[in-house]
């Protein structure tokens, strides 16, 4: 059997492994079932396409997406390997040869769809050909309660039962419940050996801004950045279209990139950005999946992202050659309204959506951070020992204060309403403001009526959503959304114990908007 760093060199080109690549590679090649979660542009896939040359036999390789699978069987097939992929977007031929390849003993990786699977024919031609390996990309695609749910992926598992090989699964969500969710269908349960590793990306600089002023907010750090690749990700279609308009204005060469777009457009404007230097995508989330452009210098969020996960795997399609790239994120009262409200409506039992709830808290939680923005971020991925020294806190050490009257303040509100209020007429009770609310319920006989004018409306936004940052209150997705404390709240509301609050955000509330420069 071939050395795996011969292999690494001589067929791949690197001159080493990246950070957790050879620990996989390792258990892979030796037949363990493997789950192994890596951030995006972390090298999945070496780790399974390295194994399948050291091990006799097929590889078969499940993917969703045909894009990526029919680029990786080209990259392979450039290198000498013998890959090719059945999916519904093949040319008979293509197809033909796949056979031949299988047949003849030289197809060392069959890439699928997971569709295939549904056809008894697949299940008796894998057993057929000598599959030895199964590899999972994009192993998140089988949990249910995940945005991105393929239902053939279910059927992974039955395949693994029928073929009896290993299976070693891929990918860049990592929360503990999704994880759960993949070990159940695709292992039945049986704890593969898991690597959780590199996740630190340490070329990639962590930024976020209240978002007060977006479009120059945008405009300023895509100025600063003249010249390099970046991704701006709006929230919305529209968005996209008048931003990237806003950075020609500017003087800027920018597209935008959505799902209502035509295909051809779609592809077209992939192409232009993997191509052309120095151009700027405005876009959606629904650009980047397929997308492995290795210099792209910066992304900005334009509007916060929907989750941790998926603010960590759009910031990770930048600075994939290690060199430096930079992040923005913005996020303000508006993004966090849509957030629980996408939640809310969406389709998920409560208990999920209270879930969802817990997530985007994490993200706040990440926003309004006290210390290193790295630190919490791996640290929510379960990475504890990391230096960063690359994030704006790292820069500036945050302005912050002890809190604890003001969050009791707030606390008090709740409780005394019986947690059936969401944060806009708590603020009014606490304000003493006169609204007609306050008066039908009587609010204003309260104690803790007009107990908090020393801060603004703006300003008790910002300590609502600090107290969302560290998951004191989750929206009741059973009561309309009206805030409920979480177990971490009650030391707080008896005094047993202090919270630092962030000083600059509170007071960034209260700012008026900066120009564009
Ligand atoms: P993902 O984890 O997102 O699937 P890929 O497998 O596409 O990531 O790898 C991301 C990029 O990193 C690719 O361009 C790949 O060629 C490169 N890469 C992977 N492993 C190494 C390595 N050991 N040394 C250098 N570059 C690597």
């Not at 392979?76 to 796949?98: H, I, K, Y």
């Not at 790239?325 to 208990?351: C, F, K, M, V």
């Not at 606490?430 to 009526?449: S, V």
């Not at 940052?469 to 047993?496: N, S």
């Amino acid at each position: 059997m071939p050395a795996a760093d011969a292999l690494l060199k001589d067929i791949f080109g690197f001159d080493g492994f990246r950070p957790g690549q050879e620990e996989i590679v390792q258990a892979v090649t030796a037949g363990e079932n493997v789950l192994a979660i890596m951030p995006t542009g972390g090298g999945k896939s070496l780790c399974f396409q390295l194994p399948a040359l050291m091990r006799e036999g097929v590889t078969v390789v499940i993917s969703p997406l045909i894009a990526l699978m029919r680029d990786q069987v080209r990259a392979l097939q450039e290198v000498g390997v013998g890959a090719g992929a059945l999916t519904s977007g093949n040319t008979p031929e293509e197809t033909d040869a796949v056979w031949e390849g299988l047949e003849a003993g030289t197809l060392k990786l069959l890439y699928m769809a997971p569709e295939r699977l549904a056809s008894g024919a697949a299940m008796g031609m894998l057993r057929r050909v000598g599959v030895r390996l199964i590899a999972v990309d994009e192993a998140h695609c089988v949990s249910q309660w995940g945005h991105d749910f393929r239902p053939d992926y279910l059927r992974i598992g039955e395949l693994r039962r029928t073929l009896d090989v290993p299976l070693a699964a891929f990918t860049a969500t990592a929360d503990a419940e999704t994880q759960a969710e993949i070990v159940q269908k695709l292992f039945d349960g049986q704890a593969p050996r898991a690597f959780l590793r590199g996740f630190d990306r340490p070329n990639i600089h962590l930024m976020f801004a209240a978002k007060n002023a977006p479009r120059a907010q945008i405009l300023n750090f895509a100025a600063a950045r003249r010249g390099q690749s970046g991704i701006v990700y709006c929230g919305t279609r529209a968005k996209t279209e008048g931003l990237s308009r806003a950075l020609n204005e500017a003087g800027q060469t920018a597209i935008h990139y959505h799902g209502g777009m035509d295909p051809e457009d779609r592809r077209i404007a992939e192409t232009r950005f993997q191509r052309e230097d120095g151009l700027i995508v405005c876009a959606t989330v629904a650009f980047g999946m397929g997308v492995d452009k290795p210099d792209i210098r910066w992304v900005a969020h334009a509007d916060l992202p929907k989750s941790i996960e998926a603010y960590y795997q759009e910031i990770g399609r930048a600075g994939r050659d290690g060199a430096p790239a930079e992040t923005l994120t913005l996020y303000g009262p508006e993004d966090i309204r849509l957030r629980r409200n996408q939640i809310d409506e969406g389709l998920a039992p409560s208990e999920r959506r209270a879930a969802d709830h817990g997530r985007l808290n994490a993200l706040l939680g990440l926003a309004e951070a006290l210390n290193c923005r790295r630190q919490s971020l791996l640290g929510y991925f379960g990475e504890t020992e990391i230096t960063c020294g690359n994030c704006d806190l790292c820069d500036t050490p945050a302005d912050t204060f002890d809190g604890t009257t003001a969050v009791r303040k707030a606390l008090s509100a709740m409780l005394r309403t019986e947690e059936w209020f969401g944060a806009g007429h708590l603020i009014d009770i606490l304000l003493g403001a006169d609204t007609d609310k306050i008066r039908q319920r009587g609010h204003d006989g309260l104690p803790t009526y007009g107990v908090g004018k020393e801060y603004s409306k703006p300003q008790w936004q910002a300590i609502f959503r600090q107290m969302m940052g560290h998951d004191l209150v989750r929206p009741d997705p059973e009561r309309h959304g009206a805030l409920r404390m979480t177990d971490a709240a009650l030391p707080i509301l008896r005094d047993e114990t202090s919270i630092t609050l962030r000083r600059d955000t509170i007071k960034a509330a209260a700012v008026r908007r900066p120009a564009v420069k």
